[in-house]
């Protein structure tokens, strides 16, 4: 059933759907994924602590509160908290996704559920019930209309995200069905992000996940307080697919069916580089070839010795992340490198890996890698899977004429092939480095996060 033709909105199926899930003990995955996403986003706030973007985001805010920005000692409104670090863990473009969407669930939901939390003394239960209410809806509602969002010029993170976190606030707050569904109504019309930022590699897009986390908490807030919404926000003809899909077709189903019963949050994945997420499968085919390169296979190779370098890719992420081709052979800064395939390939080969130093105003200029990815095209693969699947392929051609070639059918640290629990905490204990975070500050908050859901949440001792 689609549009207005449905009996009820699907805000109020969504609301019931959180209310008939409220009583039910939540799966041990899910559970699991949501204490990963405490650890990883919390890492990457860390990481990102000292950033200029950060220390802008957090001077630009000027009301302060009782609500805590992770690493920082001055305390905020729980709007200042959400927007600080959903920025924040954004920023290296190094959080979690899911694939099938893509956006970025955990960087909007997890800062606007701490801070509801802090705010409003939210139990660990229904701070577990929230997380895992508001990732499911935005990673669900990516999949209505796949592609379309990005195409229309928006980011799925920043509009969905918006959704997303107005959800998952909500259910962690017991709004009643009806506030639930104006919250729904009211981030639809506070949600925005474009992507222009591809023209320059400029910041807006690290702001995209705060920006959608204040904007649900303020929207539960106001639908709390007597402020209606449009129940039909979603479906509307007015509604939010129409705004920012461009369609009045959607798959409604994907988002409501199941809702609370089945948990597709649970494959969340976690991101083992800090660039694009469909860039990753072609860095791990340019690390293995780089391995042959080194004399894996008897015989060094120079990275001169490269005569081209040719990758199949999918139509649907030509736009962001090759094209226009010579500025991603040439990225502009350190964030534009983070969107383009020639310049995550290259680094690769010529390094062996892929840290954060790659994308380090510094590194974007090294001549080895710039001489590189200007080596580096593409070719339209039409039966690539995307974006059911996030694919890589690089086949590399020497001089002499050999050619060494490698694919990858799937997203490392997706589904197919998850990371663990100890690589997730060894990815945020690097990142607590970065950051200046000691040790023992580390394994604070790694007990913080194995409890959070089984009481209140302290985060005062992380300020500073």
């Known amino acids: 059933m689609s549009g207005n033709a449905r009996a009820v909105p699907i805000a109020l199926e969504l609301a019931a759907a959180v209310t008939r899930a409220r009583g039910k003990p939540l799966t041990a995955p899910l559970r699991e994924t949501c204490e990963r996403l405490l650890v990883d986003i919390a890492g990457l706030c860390v990481a990102a602590r000292n950033a200029p973007y950060v220390r802008a985001a957090l001077e630009s805010w000027e009301a302060g509160g009782d609500a805590t920005a992770i690493g920082h000692a001055r305390a905020l409104d729980a709007a200042g908290a959400a927007f600080v670090n959903g920025t924040a863990a954004h920023g290296e473009d190094y959080d979690d996704t899911f694939e099938g969407g893509p956006v970025h669930a955990g960087a909007v939901v997890v800062p606007a559920l701490l801070a509801a939390a802090e705010r409003h003394h939210v139990a660990g239960p229904d701070l577990l019930l929230g997380l895992a209410v508001g990732i499911e809806l935005t990673c669900r509602a990516s999949l ?28 962690a707050v017991g709004a009643s069905e009806a506030e639930f569904a104006s919250a729904q109504g009211i981030a639809g019309s506070m949600a925005a992000g474009i992507i222009e930022y591809l023209a320059e590699g400029t910041s807006t897009k690290r702001m995209h996940p705060g920006w959608a986390a204040q904007a649900g908490l303020r929207a539960v807030a106001l639908a709390r307080a007597g402020f209606d919404g449009p129940r039909t926000v979603w479906e509307g003809a007015h509604g939010f697919l129409h705004a920012f899909a461009r369609t009045a077709d959607g798959d409604w189903a994907k988002l409501v069916d199941g ?78 490198a983070k969107f383009s395939v020639p310049y995550g390939v290259a680094w690769a080969l010529v390094h062996g890996n892929v840290g954060l130093d790659a994308y380090e105003d510094r590194s974007v200029a090294h001549p080895r890698v710039a001489a590189l990815a200007a080596k580096v095209s593409y070719r339209v693969d039409p039966a690539n899977p995307y974006p059911a699947e996030y694919t890589g392929h690089v086949k590399v051609r020497l001089a002499d004429g050999t050619v060494l070639e490698e694919r990858q059918p799937h997203l490392r640290g997706g589904h197919h092939e998850p990371l663990s629990r100890a690589d997730i905490e060894e990815k945020f204990r690097a990142n607590c480095a970065v950051g200046g975070w000691s040790e023992p500050r580390a394994a604070q908050w790694l007990a913080l996060a194995r409890r959070a859901f089984d009481g209140p949440i302290d985060l005062k001792p992380f300020r500073g």
């Open 144 to 171: 209505v209309a796949p592609k379309k969002i990005h195409q229309a010029g928006f980011h799925p993170t920043a509009v969905l995200g918006a959704m997303g976190a107005a959800a998952g606030v909500a259910a």
């Open 259 to 336: 809702f609370g019963e089945r948990w597709v949050a649970e494959t969340i994945a976690f991101k083992p580089y800090a660039c694009g997420t469909m860039i990753h499968p072609y860095i791990d085919c340019a690390r293995r070839i780089a391995g042959v390169l080194r004399g894996a296979e008897g015989k060094k190779r120079e990275i001169e010795d490269i005569a081209s370098i040719e990758c199949d890719t999918a139509e649907g992420i030509v736009h962001r992340l090759w094209e226009p081709l010579a500025m991603k052979r040439r990225p502009p800064n350190a964030y534009a």
